[in-house]
């Protein structure tokens, strides 16, 4: 296909020379943590745990070459969570002393019996192993907050350079890197450090018309990654060889006529069905929404919690699992913010819905023996909450490549690269929009559409699948930025998953429909 990259994962091999966090990782975490949960069982805590967290954030921007803006900032805290009489209480700060966090244990207690009389059934967390002490580290070759400002501009400006040498009228080039390194602690005798950087780089194209000032844009298909610098020079993806083709794709798209609204065969390429899968399997089997226990951002959910084992959610050919262990995606962490070391889980298998994520908490409030290991805290600053693991729509273990799929199509349309969509409170009606969409006529593609988005409701759309590609067509993208909760906390979700052929699918023609 036009965007013949790396598909398959690379195994993971631990960094040659782990990583370091200067300041952080010579505090003394285990006089800080004992602290905290001494003060908090003689304050009456049954449980609770102490999480000291450093996040470092680098933002730039390079337009036309020029650089536009870099931001670098560290975020250093620790946070306090217990349970007093059944009842949550949390506090969070960042005087690293012993004084300090026995202080915030102490405010932890004081809330919980302040929430008491608020709270409905008491907190149950469920059951939970203790393992021995941990330490988990994502793979890194190299540090990305240890290249030079200049390497980095420098990198992003060529890559504008070979959008503008290719005809594109304007080019812009964001970095985004991400690092959490962790040391936790409860009083059940957890005692877990890790630490996961991803990066997500993105080049956008313009061609604009002088005539009309009218543009069309295109954006690349790189996904992010829990990588370190190495992915942005060729390993795990071929930049280069996708910036030089954009700008003649760019001009094919800015000439495409208009689709034409109806119903088509599609063939969905993993750039673009990842982000489907998070809107209508990822959010919808999230147990606290399914019991009604969340509903900020993403709203609640169509599915309840006795449709596991029964609801047909798609054809045969969808096979879901959930995970938080495949190598370099985005929500992989060896143990989660419970404690709870990660695993493998299916959700789906062969069209039934089998599995649902959740914490110890929404666990425990359904009566379920372990939890999936799903907590997570976008910071110190933030109480846990029920996050999305991985969540990856299997290939067919024989089956065939992208080609193939779209030979079997005589009148439909080839759909590449996540853009824009729209979903309902319950996760029922959605519509997707793309980078490229390419008409497709008697099994052969006949140059790109454009203004079109597929339509439709979830169970429909999973229940019209009639084959997945194979692994040579498996690709693994994900959400960097999903938000949730209340304040908001941000996370990020690794979705893996193959082609796809799907039939009778509405499509619309965005410039002169309204769609909900």
């Known amino acids: ?33 004992d602290a905290a949960l001494r003060r908090a069982r003689h304050s009456g805590a049954s449980y609770a745990d102490v999480r000291l967290r450093r996040v470092r954030a680098l933002r730039e921007r390079v337009r036309d070459g020029r650089p536009e803006g870099s931001q ?29 966090v026995a202080a915030l244990a102490t405010r932890a207690c004081e809330l919980a ?36 400002a200049a390497e980095r501009s420098a990198l992003l400006a060529g890559w504008c350079g070979l959008l503008r040498d290719g005809g594109a009228s304007l080019a812009e080039a964001y970095l985004q890197v991400f690092r959490e390194s962790t040391v936790y602690h409860d009083s059940d005798g957890r005692r877990i450090r890790q630490r996961r950087t991803w990066l997500h780089p993105m080049v956008f194209g313009f061609r604009i018309d002088t005539g009309d000032g009218t543009f069309e844009a295109m954006r690349t298909l790189g996904p992010p990654a829990a990588r370190g ?44 069905l990842w982000l489907t899968i998070h809107e209508t399997v990822g959010h919808a089997t999230e147990l606290d929404r399914m019991l009604g226990r969340e509903a900020a951002f993403a709203g609640s959910s169509f599915v309840r919690p006795d449709d596991v084992g029964t609801l047909r959610y798609g054809s045969l050919a969808m096979t879901v699992i959930a995970d938080r262990t495949t190598p370099h995606a985005l929500a992989t ?35 379920l023996d372990r939890s999936t290991g799903c907590a997570y805290a976008e910071s110190y600053r933030h109480l846990p909450v029920q996050r999305m693991p991985n969540v990856s729509l299997c290939p067919a273990p024989d089956g065939p490549d992208t080609d193939e799929l779209i030979s ?76 949730k909760a209340q304040p908001l906390q941000i996370a990020a979700a690794g979705h893996g998953c193959p ?11 965005t410039s002169t429909e309204v769609t909900g």
């Open 1 to 33: 296909m036009d965007h013949a990259l790396p598909r398959r994962p690379v195994p993971v091999t631990a960094p040659a020379t782990p990583v370091v966090e200067p300041g952080f990782d010579t505090l003394p975490v285990d006089d800080l943590a």
């Open 333 to 367: 962490v060896g143990y989660d913010d419970d404690g709870v070391a990660t695993r493998s889980w299916p959700l789906v298998t062969d069209g039934v819905l089998v599995g649902v994520q959740h914490d110890r908490q929404t666990a425990g409030a359904a009566g």
């Open 113 to 148: 019996r302040t929430l008491r009389p608020l709270r409905g059934a008491p907190v149950r967390l469920a059951p939970e192993p203790v393992p021995a002490p941990a330490v988990w580290e994502s793979p890194c070759e190299v540090d990305p907050f240890g290249v030079p």
């Open 408 to 483: 079997r199509v005589r009148d439909g349309l080839y759909v590449v690269g996540d853009n824009s969509f729209s979903i309902d409170m319950a996760r029922v009606n959605f519509q997707f929009t793309a980078q490229r969409f390419y008409r497709i006529r008697d099994g052969r593609l006949a140059g790109q559409v454009r203004d079109a988005a597929y339509t439709g409701t979830t169970l429909d759309f999973w229940r019209s699948l009639e084959a997945v590609g194979g692994p040579q067509s498996w690709l693994l993208s994900g959400a960097g930025q999903c938000g």
């Open 72 to 100: 670098e900032s560290v975020e250093t805290g620790i946070g306090v969570r217990v349970l007093v009489d059944g009842t949550w209480g949390f506090a969070a700060g960042v005087e690293l002393s012993p004084a300090g």
């Open 229 to 272: 610098w190495e992915y942005l020079t060729g390993t795990g993806w071929d930049w280069a060889g996708e910036l030089t083709r954009m700008p003649d794709l760019l001009a094919e798209k800015a000439a495409a006529p208009r689709v034409e609204p109806g119903e088509y065969d599609l063939v969905i390429d993993p750039t673009n």
């Open 499 to 509: 082609s796809a052929l799907f039939r009778g699918v509405r499509v619309t023609d």
